[in-house]
């Protein structure tokens, strides 16, 4: 809708454009001025032109390979989660009450993880899971299951994806309760006239209309899980050997360890490509299917 | 104060929202858009309040013999009040502070806005609830509520958007009867947008039809209902629909569908040889002759109903579908055979384009 | 396919109800027979649709019984009913096809594959839908949609009874003539009880053989629809019927006159009308004229409306507010008129019920 025009409007979004330009737009022009250049300290740099991009493409390269092993890592995690955290938050959302006392209550239970800050999660679980004073490593490994993450992959990675699971479910939860909420009685009651199993019920109304806070609740999960830094870093520091090192605790290291900012700042930049290309499928998937919506149900001209 | 839409369009995109509309609100009158759902009623609207910015044309605001130009002047700074279909109020005020809203924001001292708030209840018979919230009281009261809230504020134009559309059929009519006398009192252009025949016509001073984004005709609701300028306007004015005939005039003859002809008579008489559609209103079909002139169609029933005091007939004449409204209870079994009758001084005669070629004179009720 | 009883039947939404007002529903007892279309009309909150979702099953009334075809079925649940229910908004599933649309409650009671397939195509096609089909059902236009709503519920062969809960609402005038009188050929193709909940009189009138009038959760009355208009049985019945309402005016009634407004109006049928109550008398406007000044009853004139196709005179009948119809033909009115009200259609109430006269 292009309103009638009052151009006084853009004084106001100034600040704003002027913070974005410090806050963001600078230090990424320094991201990409670095990513083409080389340094040995002492605030010395040499001009390298595309060379750091040429060995984050190759796999051959030492840069290459950690690149694109701890990409295969983000990936396998953020798809994990997902296959997760999708079907579990549904099926919460699906438990959960519609009306009375218990929406609030339960609602306040399912925001508890959802204020709890990175570090704190990691530090909880760090302590939840060790085997010789948490309560989940100690239970684990009494059952008889070997479980410790400092030296087994397979336990790092069953901690993390759990503590994960157990931060951000909720969220996904919360998105589709507001979708389910927003479904009308009539669609239960002619389910229930025309005889529809649970199943077709959900299949048929209460997936159809959730699918576009599901959308949104795999785009932000998507884009969460594929930055994750604080909580690995705080339980595992990326280990056991590189199992849990992921494409941010991997920059850290090149830039803040070893200070090879340039290949930092040429892997921030591809790191940013990667999420900025999700989110563009993402984001046409989504508009897509705003242009199947009938032209009636928007109301248009009318 | 009045508005003038001067040569107005609106495109969206490659769309054509508006196609190029002109007319005139008088202060003090209401003019009805009349139209079916997506005709353009709710686009036109906004440009009248604001809400949207031509593509072309200029928007005034009139008042005497003087015109401003408020093209692009934000809704804020203009003098507009709007009621929607959905019953919009706060609700978590009382009735009486959703009245007195706008008032409060013009700053008027207490006593003055009790005054007004008061004598506005008393109009929209709002005086028992006047302590309520919203929400508990029934649709009508509702609607009463924000109408009383967009009347209030005196604005210089007031647009109503289908505000009876959600309510009960008895409520609907009761308002009816109210708005006019609500809205002569004021010196506002009242615009009330409707796809009911029936309230363009008790309401509207003035009636704009409306179809796929352009206006067809404008005028004293009167005279387009009975002088409708083409076969669009007077389907969209017609409920029930519009019967049609589809008929050729050859020398002093009208060749009707299915081989037989009728001498041209009257008006028909005077028409150039071509081909034309007949069109007349259900109240003109009848089940006996009418008049010695009268035409004569065998026909089928589809389907009776019975309203109480009339009968709507609904058959099949040839490939048409003809509704007839007829006084009295008339119960006639479907699949029977039925002879229709219509009066030749009571058909719109329509050119092959649609154009009015001819209308019936202008009778006390017609 | 059913004959519907409902016996002393009455619903509270309050757990412990006891006084009248507590009642959504008061106490009836109502018979609709197999293959009747029958209407509920009545404004908001009068308990129609407290009484269609006890019908359907959505609702257990707190009293009374419901029965089909004598089986009483009152604690049975929706699906176990056979009941098929139109809902105000089009209700369709927006992923599937038309086709899947129809065929979903067939297949959902495992009906054989063959049989959908017949059973779809013969129903699309009485509903007109048949060229579209193969589309989605979510790009398709309200009327549309709400034609597959209710050709999910014609679909099943075995339905008690189709409810329809105020259907119309949302389409527009000239696709409501159309959808009206396919629902009344319907009707009488398929010959299935079908219930219809309206406010609209007009929708009532025209699709039911008989109308169930309610006001405050009571049935005022039932009757075809020339009845209930030629001899509303409570005042409310000539208001809410009508359009105007019916003209309902204090009198004093003694025998065969009635003084209105310090005029006598003379009667078909003498009344001894009860002591103590409130004595009116109630004309449609359709059974009254106005005619030149000095002919029937002195009246004021408010103003005439034009409807179109006929006129409607507003008058002041004393302080009393009343409509008459004005003939073709009567111009000049001035705003002094006179008042003929035919004889034969003027009705005594008592406290709002209709006094039956004697001859």
């Not at chain 2, 604001?50 to 809704?75: C, F, I, K, W």
């Not at chain 2, 958007?161 to 609500?182: G, H, S, T």
């Not at chain 2, 119960?331 to 055979?337: D, H, R, T, Y």
């Not at chain 2, 039925?338 to 009015?356: C, K, Q, S």
């Amino acid at each position: 809708m292009d309103r009638p025009y009052d151009n006084r409007a853009w004084l106001l979004v100034l600040p704003v454009l002027a913070i974005v330009a410090f806050s963001a737009v600078i230090p990424l022009m320094t991201v990409v001025n670095y990513s083409v250049q080389d340094t040995f300290g002492n605030n010395q740099f040499f001009w390298n032109g595309a060379g750091w991009f040429k060995e984050l493409l190759d796999p051959s390269s030492d840069l290459g390979g950690r690149v694109l092993s701890s990409l295969g890592r983000n990936l396998a995690f953020s798809g994990i989660i997902l296959a997760i955290e999708v079907p579990l938050g549904i099926a919460v959302a699906l438990a959960m009450p519609r009306e009375g006392w218990k929406v609030a209550a339960t609602l306040v239970l399912m925001a508890m993880p959802l204020l709890v800050p990175w570090n704190v999660v990691g530090t909880i679980w760090q302590v939840f899971a060790r085997g010789d004073i948490g309560l989940l490593g100690y239970a684990v490994n009494k059952l008889g299951i070997p479980y410790n993450y400092v030296s087994d992959p397979i336990a790092a990675w069953v901690t993390i994806v759990a503590m994960d699971v157990w931060h951000w479910t909720s969220l996904v939860a919360l998105l589709c309760y507001a979708g389910l909420k927003s479904i009308p009685d009539a669609y239960y009651q002619a389910a229930r006239i025309d005889g529809a199993s649970r199943w077709a019920v959900f299949r048929f109304i209460q997936l159809p209309k959730m699918r576009r806070v599901l959308i949104i609740a795999v785009l932000l999960r998507f884009m969460d899980s594929f930055m994750i830094y604080t909580e690995p870093f705080v339980v595992t520091g990326g280990g056991p050997g590189n199992s849990t090192t992921f494409l941010s605790i991997e920059l850290v290291k090149l830039a803040l360890g070893q200070f090879d900012l340039g290949k930092a700042a040429a892997m921030s930049i591809a790191y940013n490509l990667v999420i900025l290309a999700v989110c563009w499928v993402f984001y046409t998937v989504m508009t897509n299917l705003d242009v199947e919506r009938p032209q009636a149900e928007t109301g248009a001209a009318s | 104060m009045g508005l003038v839409l001067d040569k107005v369009r609106r495109d969206v995109g490659a769309v054509t929202h508006i196609h190029e509309t002109s007319l005139r609100l008088e202060p003090g009158t209401m003019t009805v858009l009349l139209g079916a759902t997506l005709a353009g009623k709710t686009s036109l609207m906004r440009l009248m309040a604001g809400l949207d910015r031509p593509s072309s044309g200029r928007v005034l605001a009139t008042n005497g013999a003087s015109e401003t130009d408020v093209t692009g002047m934000a809704v804020r700074e203009r003098s507009v009040a709007m009621v929607y279909q959905q019953f919009i109020n706060y609700p978590n005020m009382t009735v009486f502070e959703n009245i007195a809203s706008p008032l409060r924001v013009k700053g008027l001292p207490k006593s003055e806005i009790a005054a007004k708030v008061a004598a506005m209840a008393a109009v929209m018979k709002l005086e028992p609830y006047l302590e309520r919230m919203p929400l508990t009281l029934s649709g009508g009261q509702q609607q009463r509520t924000a109408m009383a809230r967009a009347l209030i504020k005196g604005a210089d134009l007031v647009l109503l958007d289908e505000p009876l559309a959600n309510l009960d059929y008895k409520l609907r009519e009761e308002l009816r009867e109210e708005l006019p006398r609500i809205v002569r009192g004021s010196n506002a252009a009242v615009v009330y947008a409707t796809t009911e025949p029936q309230e363009a016509l008790l309401l509207g001073d003035y009636t704009a039809t409306l179809s796929q984004g352009r206006m067809t005709q404008f005028g004293r609701s009167a005279e387009v209902y009975r002088r409708p300028h083409d076969l669009i306007t007077a389907r969209i004015f017609s409920d029930p629909p519009l019967n049609l005939l589809p008929v050729a005039k050859r020398g002093g003859a009208i060749l009707l569908p299915g081989g037989t002809s009728a001498p041209a008579t009257g008006a028909l008489a005077g028409l150039a040889d071509g081909d034309y559609q007949l069109g007349f209103r259900a109240h003109h079909l009848a089940l006996k002759p009418v008049s010695p002139a009268s035409l004569s169609f065998e026909a089928t029933v589809t389907v009776s109903e019975i309203t109480g005091s009339e009968s709507f007939i609904h058959v099949v004449c040839g490939q048409a579908d003809w509704v007839a409204l007829v006084q009295g209870v008339h119960e006639l079994a479907p699949g029977s055979a039925v002879t229709v009758h219509v009066d030749p001084a009571r058909v719109f005669v329509f050119e092959a384009d649609g154009a009015l070629a001819h209308a019936p004179a202008f009778l006390s009720a017609a | 396919m059913a004959r519907i009883e409902l016996t002393d039947l009455a619903h509270s939404y309050k757990p412990e109800a006891s006084v009248p007002a507590d009642f959504a529903l008061k106490p009836m007892t109502l018979t609709w027979r197999q293959g009747g279309a029958y209407a509920l009309l009545g404004p908001s909150g009068c308990g129609k649709t407290t009484l269609l979702n006890i019908i359907s099953g959505l609702l257990i009334p707190s009293h009374g019984r419901v029965a089909f075809d004598g089986r009483d079925v009152t604690h049975l649940s929706t699906e176990r009913r056979n009941i098929a229910q139109v809902f105000q908004f089009p209700v369709v599933y927006d992923t599937m096809t038309v086709y899947e649309n129809l065929a979903f409650p067939l297949r959902n009671r495992g009906m054989e594959g063959k049989a959908v397939d017949a059973r779809v195509r013969e129903i699309a096609g009485l509903l007109e839908l048949t060229s579209s089909l193969g589309r989605k059902a979510r790009g398709l236009t309200a009327d549309a949609k709400q034609k597959i709503s209710l050709g999910r519920g014609l679909v099943r062969p075995d339905v008690a009874a189709i409810l329809f809960d105020e259907p119309l609402t949302v389409i527009d005038p000239a696709l409501k003539w159309e959808l009206r009188s396919k629902l009344k050929a319907l009707h009488r193709q398929l010959d299935v009880t079908m219930i219809y909940v309206t406010h609209d009189q007009t929708e009532a009138l025209t699709f039911a053989d008989t109308v169930v009038v309610m006001h405050d959760g009571r049935v005022v009355q039932a009757g075809q629809p020339d009845e209930l208009f030629e001899r509303p049985a409570h005042t409310f019945v000539g208001y809410f019927i009508g359009s105007p309402g019916m003209n309902v005016v204090p009198a004093t009634v003694e025998g065969n006159r009635a003084q209105v407004a310090g005029q006598t109006i003379d009667l078909p049928l003498s009344y001894d009308p009860p002591a103590g109550q409130r004595i009116e008398i109630g004309v449609r406007p359709e059974f009254a004229t106005l005619a030149p000044a000095g002919e029937g009853l002195p009246v004021r004139v408010e103003r005439i409306d034009d409807l179109g196709r006929a006129r409607l005179a507003r008058l002041r009948l004393g302080d009393h507010a009343f409509a008459a119809g004005v003939p073709d033909g009567l111009d000049g009115i001035g705003d002094h008129a006179g008042l003929i009200l035919q004889p034969g259609h003027i009705h005594v109430y008592a406290d709002g019920q209709r006094l039956s006269g004697r001859a």
